[in-house]
């Protein structure tokens, strides 16, 4: 972070590291264990029961979830930390956002 920059700096800064970010997600994934539809399972009947990946989160008040396959769930997992690394990208943008303009203000009343 530069101490001097401009709110266009600022926004070209985090334009940058946003297009790294991809793929993204926002939510959690977890892997579940429940029992399936088919009577006299022998994996449910053992207490093993059947393993599965989701996506689950919030879409305003409402609570989602979605089944997510074995084979995509990593990738998934790496979208979900892109999501919490651009919240925290956010939060420093806005910082070096105010500041810039401070700094604009401050140079513009000086002269």
Do not use: D
Request: with cysteine; glycine share 10%; proline share 4%.
């Amino acid at each position: 972070m530069r101490k001097n920059e401009t709110p266009e700096e600022v926004r070209e800064w985090f334009r940058g590291a946003v297009e790294k970010l991809w793929p993204i997600a926002f939510g959690s994934v977890s892997l579940r264990k429940s029992p399936c539809i088919r009577e006299n399972c022998p994996a449910c009947r053992a207490g093993i029961g059947h393993s599965s990946y989701a996506l689950s989160g919030y879409r305003g008040r409402n609570r989602f979830s979605i089944y997510v396959s074995g084979e995509l769930a990593q990738e998934l997992q790496r979208a979900v930390e892109n999501g919490r690394r651009l919240q925290e990208l956010m939060k420093e943008a806005g910082i070096r956002y105010v500041r810039a303009q401070k700094g604009r203000k401050n140079s513009t009343s000086r002269k």
